[in-house]
């Protein structure tokens, strides 16, 4: 199995791996690593999905597996979606070096990968995203966590994987929607860093959509590479690892504002890489070719360039919350060109108002 990108920390290194059939793996990649013979399988209760039992039953070659299951939903990642886990491993005895293999999309990662971090202070982890928004993002990078009723992700921890294992072969039997939501988060990594991934995603439409797994996997690859390299220079999101929030200050808020029901994450985030584009090219950053390419290639993915029956009221409030903010100051990712990120600070209510205002939002 050749490694696709790498996530460079103080921790280590971070090996991805993606090729199709490569989940049959797990047990021979875990192997080679000086874990214990623990391990605790976390899968999605929500998906009927059969990959949670073939990786449990690969690792069983080699380890004494148990497989708990996590969800239904976004409501799993909480102290009470947590604890059984913690008691599951209490009860298996585990060890520091055991190890806690997460199956499935953002939700499952999120949490497995929490309670990995923090049981006996952290303990091996592993992250087989099932998802495409998964394996676009959320399985790279570290970044656990569960949420606060009062908002997504407020409490976690970094804690690196032992390596990330994505089987493009798995998206075969993704929902329709979950699947396209996913394309927001691989459209980003082209915006912000890869025109050459931009382009393709331009060119392949129906390749992708219709899940040719050979596109996927080229696509996964640049993805994952991009996301790699901005992880690798700043693991802690003291700088450019904030790139990687493009169209979430706006999309955060739209996800906040509507309960985190009407729309899923990267079809908020859609939206929100529309509103920052024009935000850009309020200020001069943005040509007006540059903000259609945005609109273009979102839509082409079907996610949605536009939100219904939220106010200007709340998507503000809802900013106010955003956990990128410094000393109470809203910070924008913009980009000055494609693939060009920057932070600016100085973003007006104008432009703001505009920008909502071109997503349905007035
Ligand atoms: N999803 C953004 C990050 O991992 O930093």
């Not at 529309?274 to 850009?280: E, F, G, H, L, T």
């Not at 993915?301 to 029956?309: A, I, M, S």
């Not at 200007?312 to 000393?327: L, V």
């Amino acid at each position: 199995l050749k490694q696709a990108a790498e996530v460079r920390t103080a921790a280590g290194a971070c090996p991805i791996y993606i090729e199709p059939g490569s989940l049959a793996q797990v047990e021979r990649l875990l192997s080679e690593h000086d874990v214990g013979r623990t391990v605790l399988v976390v899968g999605d209760s929500s998906v009927a999905e059969p990959w949670v039992e073939s990786v449990a039953g690969t690792l069983r070659r080699s380890f004494e597996v148990e497989v708990a299951l996590a969800g239904p939903g976004e409501a799993a990642k909480s102290w009470a979606g947590a604890e059984p886990l913690f008691d599951r491993l209490v009860e298996m005895r585990a060890e520091r070096r055991d190890t806690v293999v997460a199956v499935g999309g953002g939700v499952v990662g999120d949490l497995a990968g929490f309670v990995a971090a923090i049981y006996l202070r952290g303990i091996n982890l592993v992250q087989v995203p099932t998802s495409l928004l998964a394996m676009a993002d959320a399985a790279i990078g570290g970044k656990t966590a569960i949420n606060h009723p009062r908002g997504k992700n407020l409490i976690g921890a970094f804690h690196q994987p032992l390596f990330v294992l994505e089987d493009p072969e798995v998206l075969a039997t993704m929902p329709e929607r979950a699947f396209r939501e996913g394309w927001a988060e691989v459209i980003k990594h082209g915006l912000i860093a890869d025109l050459a991934l931009l382009a393709f995603l331009e060119d392949h439409v129906a390749e992708l959509q219709t899940r040719d797994v050979e596109s996927l996997t080229r696509t996964l690859i640049a993805s994952a590479r991009v996301k790699a390299e901005i992880v690798s220079g700043d693991e802690r999101e003291e700088g450019r690892r904030m790139w990687l929030n493009y169209g979430h200050t706006v999309g955060h808020a739209v996800e906040a504002a509507s309960g985190y029901e009407a729309y899923l994450h990267g079809e908020a985030d859609s939206v929100g890489m529309i509103a920052a584009a024009v935000i850009a090219e309020s200020l001069g950053l943005l040509d007006g070719v540059a903000v259609r390419r945005h609109a273009d290639v979102l839509s082409a993915y079907q996610l949605p360039l536009t939100v219904d029956g939220l106010t200007k009221n709340e998507i503000c409030e809802a900013m106010t919350h955003d956990k990128k903010r410094r000393d109470g100051r809203q910070n924008w990712v913009l980009l000055d060109g494609l693939a060009n990120p920057v932070i600016r600070a100085d973003v007006g209510d104008d432009s703001i108002k505009r920008a909502l205002l071109e997503v349905g939002i007035a």
